[in-house]
């Protein structure tokens, strides 16, 4: 371990199982070069850091020295660092917005305020206090940050032959989208010498998951790898494209409508990914920067497919039509706007209402008629007496 690092009083972090007094042998141990006396290392490392997916004090203590060894080219086994600070990430709650506050407020922003409109009309809600500003806590903002502090290691690596190592950058990169100045040009060179399918792949889910309207060299980069004869490579360039382009094309914004509303029948495969990272990628877009994509995604609604889930796309949707929020109280079809109008009828008529518990929510946060029968009902002309949900 790094000798000029500050001493670490281990035996007063407490961990999910006590202190964290064991926790310096298991970092000396990860170093072994005893591959089964590292796996050992890292199981229990895993439960000093988190516990049924919440990471706890030791984790920011961990991180630096798992860094370190990320770093060490000599070290016998660096994926176990990786695979311990992805771990750490992947169990971080943040409650504040990673990207700078801005006037404008993005689809995921609309989606928030929609979702805390139908909370606060539930009376369970309204039991336990009502809307609570939530704010993370120290234990997991310190984790963050100590695992933030990585990336220009993190950086280093990506440049390196090991392509797993790569890959494993990659991954962690997509979390801090705060560094994108110092991301973008090393990804842009990258791009432009990458092989490796998967890691290339990744690397352009960081541009758009992580990155900032942009110009020259990461877009450059970005449009080479687009019309790529590999489906996956052209469309995972495009969601690179959506975080970086200041405005994106229609042609883009199609392909990408197809790649959210592909049956997809496991989420861990690779459509399943590319149509999850499409949604994030353009929940990041304000309404206004995306105008063609309503007309694209009612398009493609109008045909129901029953292997299709159209849950990702309709909350995309409802952010492009109803960017002021819900329906005020006592609202009636005429008070819509004819695209509206549209949305609503596309939810009958294709009948999304029957595509699982989330469908009728995402429709009540707009202020709707949140039943199959309510909404055709409100469609034709009945008011819609019971706006209140009782329970979420």
């Not at 704010?135 to 797993?164: I, K, M, W």
């Amino acid at each position: 371990m790094n000798d000029s690092r500050p001493a670490v009083d281990w035996e007063t972090l407490q961990g999910p199982y006590g202190p964290a007094s064991d926790v310096p042998q298991l970092l000396q141990t990860l170093r072994s070069e005893d591959p089964s006396a590292r796996i050992e290392a890292e199981e229990q490392l895993e439960d000093h850091v988190q516990h049924q997916g919440l990471v706890h004090e030791p984790a920011a203590f961990v991180a630096p020295y798992l860094i370190d060894l990320l770093a060490d080219q000599e070290a016998p086994d660096r994926l176990v660092a990786y695979r311990l600070l992805q771990t750490t990430i992947d169990c971080v709650e943040l409650y504040e917005s990673l990207m700078p506050a801005s006037d404008v407020p993005s689809l995921d922003d609309l989606a928030q305020q929609r979702s805390d409109f139908w909370l606060s009309r539930s009376t369970e809600w309204r039991r336990h206090g009502g809307p609570q500003s939530v704010v993370t806590s120290p234990c997991h903002a310190a984790a963050y940050a100590a695992v933030r502090a990585g990336v220009p290691v993190y950086l280093r690596v990506l440049q390196e032959p090991d392509r797993n190592l790569r890959l494993g950058m990659a991954n962690l990169l997509t979390s801090f989208p705060q560094e994108w100045p110092a991301v973008a040009p090393v990804l842009a060179e990258r791009l432009s010498v990458e092989t490796d399918r998967a890691v290339v792949a990744k690397m352009c889910l960081v541009a758009g998951l992580a990155g900032r309207p942009s110009d020259g060299a990461i877009v450059d980069a970005l449009q080479a790898w687009r019309g790529n004869s590999d489906r996956l490579l052209h469309r995972a360039a495009l969601i690179g494209l959506v975080g970086t382009l200041p405005a994106p094309d229609t042609s883009l914004l199609t392909d990408l409508s197809d790649c959210l509303m592909e049956p997809v029948e496991d989420c861990d495969s690779d459509a399943g990914v590319m149509a999850n990272a499409t949604a994030s990628a353009l929940g990041g877009r304000s309404p206004n920067s995306v105008p063609q994509l309503a007309g694209l995604l009612l398009e493609r609604m109008r045909v129901p497919d029953p292997r299709r889930h159209d849950f990702l796309a309709l909350r995309l949707l409802l952010g492009l039509t109803f960017p002021d929020g819900p329906l005020p109280d006592g609202a009636v079809l005429d008070d819509l706007s004819p695209r509206q109008q549209e949305v609503v009828r596309v939810v009958v008529d294709a009948r999304l209402l029957r595509q699982g518990a989330m469908m009728p929510r995402t429709i009540g946060e707009c202020n709707l008629p949140h039943t199959e029968e309510g909404l055709t009902a409100w469609c034709a002309g009945q008011p819609h007496e019971a706006r209140r949900v009782h329970g979420v």
